[in-house]
T-cell receptor, first 114, second 114 residues
Framework: ETGVTQSPTHLIKTRGQQVTLRCSSQSGHNTVSWYQQALGQGPQFIFQYYREEENGRGNFPPRFSGLQFPNYSSELNVNALELDDSALYLC?????????????FGSGTRLTVV | AQSVTQPDIHITVSEGASLELRCNYSYGATPYLFWYVQSPGQGLQLLLKYFSGDTLVQGIKGFEAEFKRSQSSFNLRKPSVHWSDAAEYFCAGLFSGGYNKLIFGAGTRLAVHP
């Protein structure tokens, strides 16, 4: 059973640029959630995808968008990067929508915006 | 509003001492509750979870947590701390409302003195 894999592990971008982060969900999981963890804070919910559709979104602007593919892998896209977007971005996969059986987290992508 | 609060930002204990990390939630019902641990630069590892039933939950690495409905609390405990337990600990609640969303507390950083 494979875990959740995120790529890249580290990334440096310039303000105003766009970035794409990738996540491969755990085998058998069909729901993917993305979280932003700023330094010294707890993870904040960005959005969730279930069967290729966004079915929940946190308090993040539209320049944060995502995709989920038929194999349940996912992408997080951020446009017009701002300095405050610097954070650890975590992907979590789970089985089903709302079953509450638990989430498996990846090791994250550390994004630095300069 | 749905929220999870961890009142202690930093805690320092001596190796071999007991540990209790506090967590409170705000919700109209009982959410699913989790404790995660995060080592520097790493993703989140699940320590234990509470869904229903027995209010004392056993987890990995010798941790346990007790759910108290009357206090809206889910405190994490360990009888004897090891130096390797130094890390950031996050309490999280899974709240429903159209879709399930995992909400994290701000975290408690644990330091262990030899």
């Amino acid at each position: 059973e494979t875990g959740v894999t995120q790529s890249p592990t580290h990334l440096i971008k310039t303000r105003g640029q766009q970035v794409t982060l990738r996540c491969s969900s755990q085998s058998g999981h069909n729901t993917v959630s993305w979280y932003q963890q700023a330094l010294g804070q707890g993870p904040q919910f960005i959005f969730q995808y279930y069967r290729e559709e966004e079915n929940g979104r946190g308090n993040f602007p539209p320049r944060f968008s995502g995709l989920q593919f038929p194999n349940y892998s996912s992408e997080l896209n951020v446009n017009a990067l701002e300095l405050d977007d610097s954070a650890l971005y975590l992907c979590a996969s789970s089985l089903g929508q709302g079953t509450g059986v638990g989430y498996t987290f990846g090791s994250g992508t550390r994004l630095t915006v300069v | 509003a749905q929220s999870v609060t961890q009142p202690d930002i930093h805690i320092t204990v001596s190796e071999g001492a007991s540990l209790e990390l506090r967590c409170n939630y705000s919700y109209g019902a009982t959410p699913y509750l989790f404790w995660y641990v995060q080592s520097p630069g790493q993703g989140l590892q699940l320590l234990l979870k509470y869904f229903s039933g027995d209010t004392l939950v056993q987890g990995i690495k010798g941790f346990e947590a007790e759910f108290k409905r009357s206090q809206s609390s889910f405190n994490l405990r360990k009888p004897s701390v090891h130096w390797s337990d130094a890390a950031e600990y996050f309490c999280a609640g899974l709240f429903s409302g159209g879709y399930n969303k995992l909400i994290f507390g701000a975290g408690t950083r644990l330091a262990v003195h030899p």
